[in-house]
C-alpha cells in the first residue's frame, strides 16, 4: 500500500510568493496532520482535519497560513506570501481512528521548504 | 509550560551502553503515549507505544508513570544505529484526541 505521499519534496522560493504543499493520505485514514519542523522549534503542529474538516488550526503561525482539505484524500497547505522564517521542513500525517494501531501516526518524507 | 516536554540532549553513550530518556507532560487527560524515532532528515516513525503496566521490545522497555506525568524510554546494549532522535507523543482524550509531539532526545551511539 502507498504510505502518505507529499509533494513537492524540495521547494525553493523567494520572499513574497505563493507556496502550495500537497498531501495525499493513505486511504482510509480519517485524520490528517500538517506538522512543521526546525532545529530551534522542532515538530509543531499546524493544524489537523478529522473526517475533512478543521478541528485545530491554533498552532497555525498567522493569516499567511492556510490549509484546506477538499476530500479524504487530498489536503494542501498554502502560504502566501512566504517569508524566509517560513524555511522547515513541512510533514503531513495521517492516522485512523479504527482498527489496531489508532495511535500511530503515518507521515509523509516531507517537503523541505527554503524561502530566499 | 509545554505540553509536551523532553531533554534535547544529545546523549552521546559508547556501544553497548544502557540510556534512558524521559518525557513530561503537562495535560492529566492525556490518554495514550508513544515513542518515535527520527533519522536525520527523514520522517518521523512509530518505534513503540507506551502501556500503563510498561511494556518491553527486544532491547527497548518503555514505561509510564501517571501520577508523575511522565513516560520513559529505556535501550539496553546500545547500537551504532540507534543514534537517532526520539520523540515521545502523547495523545489526549475526548472526541478529536489532540496528537503532540515532544521536541525529541537526539542520541548518538560512539564506536
Known amino acids: 500500500d502507498a504510505g502518505v505521499i507529499q509533494s513537492p519534496r524540495h521547494e525553493v522560493t523567494e520572499m513574497g510568493q505563493e507556496v502550495t504543499l500537497r498531501c495525499k493520505p493513505i486511504s482510509g485514514h480519517d485524520y490528517l496532520f500538517w506538522y512543521r519542523q526546525t532545529m530551534m522549534r522542532g515538530l509543531e503542529l499546524l493544524i489537523y482535519?478529522?473526517?475533512?474538516?478543521?478541528?485545530?488550526d491554533s498552532g497555525m503561525p498567522e493569516d499567511r497560513f492556510s490549509a484546506k482539505m477538499p476530500n479524504a484524500s487530498f489536503s494542501t497547505l498554502k502560504i502566501q506570501p512566504s517569508e524566509p522564517r517560513d524555511s522547515a521542513v513541512y510533514f503531513c500525517a495521517s492516522r485512523s481512528w479504527t482498527g489496531p494501531n489508532t495511535g500511530e501516526l503515518f507521515f509523509g518524507e516531507g517537503s523541505r521548504l527554503t524561502v530566499l | 509550560r509545554k505540553e509536551v516536554e523532553q531533554d534535547p540532549g544529545p546523549f552521546n553513550v559508547p556501544e553497548g551502553a544502557t540510556v534512558a530518556f524521559n518525557c513530561t507532560y503537562s495535560n492529566s487527560a492525556s490518554q495514550s503515549f508513544f515513542w518515535y524515532r527520527q533519522d536525520c532528515r527523514k520522517e518521523p516513525k512509530l518505534l513503540m507505544s507506551v502501556y500503563s503496566s510498561g511494556n518491553e521490545d527486544g532491547r527497548f522497555t518503555a514505561q509510564l508513570n501517571r501520577a508523575s506525568q511522565y513516560i520513559s524510554l529505556l535501550i539496553r546494549d546500545s547500537k551504532l544505529s540507534d543514534s537517532a532522535t526520539y520523540l515521545c507523543?502523547?495523545?489526549?482524550?475526548?472526541?478529536?484526541?489532540?496528537?503532540?509531539f515532544g521536541t525529541g532526545t537526539k542520541l548518538q551511539v560512539i564506536p
Open positions: 507523543v502523547v495523545i489526549l482524550s475526548g472526541g478529536y484526541q489532540k496528537v503532540t
Open positions: 482535519f478529522n473526517n475533512n474538516v478543521p478541528i485545530d
